[in-house]
């Protein structure tokens, strides 16, 4: 079992910087693949990063590659979203979730419970 916590989230301004960070308990926490998804208002919920369990590759949505970057610590068990030169479209609510990989929610067993990243224009 692994509980996941987003922290982070708020209010910022478009070009502006946001790190969400995401701990996570249970000692198998370094055995899973790791993501981020988002989800806004009345839309379908998309992955935008992933990590691998060594965080030695790690995969980006295009809508934000080159602009956010993910990360994981497995010693501190918590995985890091660096998002920067944010923009009015970023705002959704962001989720961290661990499982086995890849694009599709369903391959994620376990989820936090989300995080609101709101950016002003």
């Not at 295009?62 to 990360?71: A, E, L, P």
């Amino acid at each position: 079992q692994v509980q996941l916590v987003e922290s982070g989230g708020g209010l910022v301004q478009a070009g502006g910087s946001l790190r969400l960070s995401c701990a996570a308990s249970g000692r198998t926490f370094s055995s899973y693949a790791m993501a981020w998804f988002r989800q806004a208002p009345g839309k379908e919920r998309e992955m935008i990063t992933a990590i691998s369990w060594s965080g030695g590759s790690t995969s980006y949505a295009d809508s934000v590659k080159g602009r956010f970057t993910i990360s994981r610590d497995n010693a501190k068990k918590t995985v890091y979203l660096q998002m920067n030169s944010l923009k009015s479209e970023d705002t959704a609510v962001y989720y961290c979730a661990a499982g086995r990989g890849g694009t599709v929610p369903g391959k994620y067993d376990y989820w936090g419970q989300g995080t609101q990243v709101t950016v002003s224009s």
